[in-house]
């Protein structure tokens, strides 16, 4: 079953985050990498060396990061990362769309690969640690949203609150986000 974190960050709270991270050893993997690519480390540097709009999050102490080449398309020859087998999640960047509202991005994982409780095989008991030690760390110093179900960074917030930043959801008809209370 896959784990969801839906949420609003500016560059400083995605610093922030990176920060958090950083002792974590994560690298980031654009979806689509070119062959002899090397990753960039997670951390409060690594902001600005993110130009997509989506990265995988790669713990690669915990197992390989399996990839295989797309062999037909217009990405021909590029690879990608099979979500299952690897000890990754899927990073959306939260970026601003034409008219300069803040989109809400994501931080998505497959933590168990059966539905079978009494079944050990599936990811490592460390990766679900740190998605969980990501949600405590939005459930501690982020603000909830109206409608709920997002988290809010508190840059964002605050930009907000001052009138300079409108929240999206994603998707075609992504409707406005206040912060609750």
Same mark, same amino acid.
């Given at each position: 079953?896959?784990?969801?974190?839906?949420?609003?960050? /500016?560059?400083?709270?995605?610093?922030?985050? $990176?920060?958090?991270?950083?002792?974590?050893?994560?690298?980031?993997?654009?979806?689509?990498?070119?062959?002899?690519?090397?990753?960039?480390? %997670?951390?409060?540097?690594?902001?600005?060396?993110?130009?997509?709009?989506?990265?995988? /999050?790669?713990?690669?102490?915990?197992?390989?990061?399996? %990839?295989? &080449?797309?062999?037909?398309?217009?990405?021909?020859?590029?690879?990608?990362?099979?979500?299952?087998?690897?000890?990754? $999640?899927?990073?959306?960047?939260?970026?601003?769309?034409?008219?300069?509202?803040? %989109?809400?991005?994501?931080? @998505?994982?497959? /933590?168990?690969?059966?539905?079978?409780?009494?079944?050990?095989?599936?990811?490592?008991?460390?990766?679900?640690?740190? $998605?969980?030690?990501?949600?405590?760390? $939005?459930?501690?110093? @982020?603000?909830?949203?109206? &409608?709920?179900?997002? @988290?809010?960074?508190?840059?964002?917030?605050?930009?907000?609150?001052?009138?300079?930043?409108?929240?999206?959801?994603?998707?075609?008809?992504?409707?406005?986000?206040?912060? @609750?209370?």
């Amino acid at each position: 079953m896959a784990a969801t974190l839906h949420y609003f960050m /500016l560059p400083d709270d995605e610093r922030a985050l $990176f920060r958090h991270l950083a002792r974590r050893e994560l690298t980031a993997y654009p979806e689509l990498i070119p062959p002899g690519y090397q990753p960039v480390r %997670v951390d409060e540097d690594a902001v600005e060396a993110l130009d997509q709009p989506a990265y995988y /999050l790669a713990v690669e102490r915990l197992g390989p990061v399996i %990839v295989h &080449p797309l062999k037909r398309g217009p990405d021909k020859g590029m690879l990608v990362i099979e979500e299952v087998p690897s000890p990754v $999640f899927h990073y959306e960047r939260s970026v601003r769309n034409d008219a300069g509202e803040l %989109v809400a991005g994501r931080l @998505w994982a497959e /933590l168990d690969v059966t539905d079978d409780p009494n079944d050990r095989k599936g990811k490592p008991r460390a990766l679900k640690g740190i $998605f969980e030690e990501v949600h405590q760390l $939005f459930r501690k110093s @982020w603000r909830r949203s109206d &409608p709920k179900g997002y @988290w809010i960074g508190p840059h964002a917030a605050a930009a907000l609150k001052r009138g300079e930043l409108r929240l999206r959801e994603a998707g075609h008809k992504g409707g406005l986000v206040a912060v @609750w209370r």
